[in-house]
């Protein structure tokens, strides 16, 4: 009997250690953000630069990637999102091992050379549960506007009532909109007349291009939207603030945020004159108007610059229980 149960003792460790294996070698589930997201290009270019092949992607909106990430069903997110990013204050209240993944040197100077982004560090102080800052990469949100149907007026009221108007926003990234940082991420970008002519009254100096308008005051409609992003990040709440002292301050019209895919699908809207005003990195605006990138031969002729939101910045949360403590790991 003895030499029973020793046996069946093996067996039992043998197939624990078999399900290790299996378990260690099955690809990671990492969310990579919506098909028509900035997240979702950039997620892409950091897993490359890591070599990262094998893995299983899921393309959510950061809120429900963070609630897959809370139950387990998913092992890592990738967010582009203000800092401190409030989903992921809450998934950590939820399950208290929240686990934030910093990127390699190597990995920031490959992303700097093949996008628009540049070295970020995430302070240790914008997080309680981090305990040193976290190197990663950024870019700036910017708002942007649909020149056949964003009269000048209308659009020099859009950047006057987002800089004078900004402490009537709660959302914590509403700081951001200052006249100090207003042009962030304009480089590059055609600025509406009317949001060129507000700036300058301030005494900016605004340089590069200035868009064609083709939207006139006396047939200006009433109703009008602002593309988002998913009700998990940023863009959807913050949107939805902006709408509100918009149509707080301009009388007749009225504009209403609706969720999307973020920037990529906020550009096309625009250019297929399916949206009025859209939120977006400054790095796929700028391939937008220049038909390179992910707008590689679908230029987008009739969009402009209003203003500067807030610093854009790459966030990739994991938990304790994945075993994940450098996205190089997954490489291996």
């Known amino acids: 009997m003895k030499v029973k149960k020793n046996l069946l003792r093996l067996t039992a460790a043998s197939v624990v250690s078999m399900f290790a294996v299996f378990s260690s070698a099955e690809a990671a589930r990492i969310a990579i953000g919506p098909p028509a997201s900035e997240t979702n290009s950039v997620s892409k270019i950091i897993l490359e630069a890591y070599g990262i092949k094998d893995y299983k992607a899921f393309q959510e909106g950061f809120g ?188 007749g019209s009225n504009f209403t945020n609706v969720e999307s895919g973020a920037s990529l699908e906020n550009l096309a809207s625009i250019g297929r004159g399916r949206m009025d005003v859209g939120m977006s990195v400054h790095v796929p605006a700028l391939d937008a108007v220049k038909g390179t990138g992910q707008f590689n031969g679908r230029k987008v002729e009739n969009v402009s610059f209003i203003g500067h939101v807030y610093p854009e910045v790459v966030q990739i949360v994991t938990r304790k229980s994945t075993g994940i403590k450098d996205l190089a790991d997954l490489a291996k």
């Open 64 to 251: 429900n990637a963070a609630d897959l990430v809370q139950d387990g069903n998913i092992d890592v997110s990738f967010g582009i999102l203000g800092v401190p990013a409030g989903s992921i204050e809450s998934l950590n209240a939820s399950t208290g091992d929240v686990v934030m993944l910093g990127l390699s040197k190597e990995v920031v100077a490959k992303a700097e050379a093949s996008s628009g982004y540049k070295s970020y560090n995430i302070s240790k102080d914008a997080y309680g549960f981090l305990d040193a800052d976290v190197p990663t990469i950024a870019a700036f949100a910017i708002m942007v506007a649909n020149n056949d149907t964003i009269d000048e007026e209308l659009g020099y009221q859009l950047a006057k009532i987002m800089v004078e108007n900004a402490k009537e926003i709660t959302h914590a990234q509403g700081a951001q909109l200052t006249l100090e940082n207003a042009l962030n991420g304009a480089s590059g970008i055609p600025i509406h007349p009317g949001a060129k002519r507000y700036y300058e009254e301030q005494g900016l100096t605004v340089e590069g291009p200035v868009a064609e308008i083709k939207a006139k005051a006396d047939k200006r409609k009433t109703e009008f939207t602002l593309g988002t992003g998913s009700q998990g990040g940023t863009y959807y709440p913050l949107g939805g603030e902006i709408a509100n002292v918009w149509n707080k301050h301009i009388d």
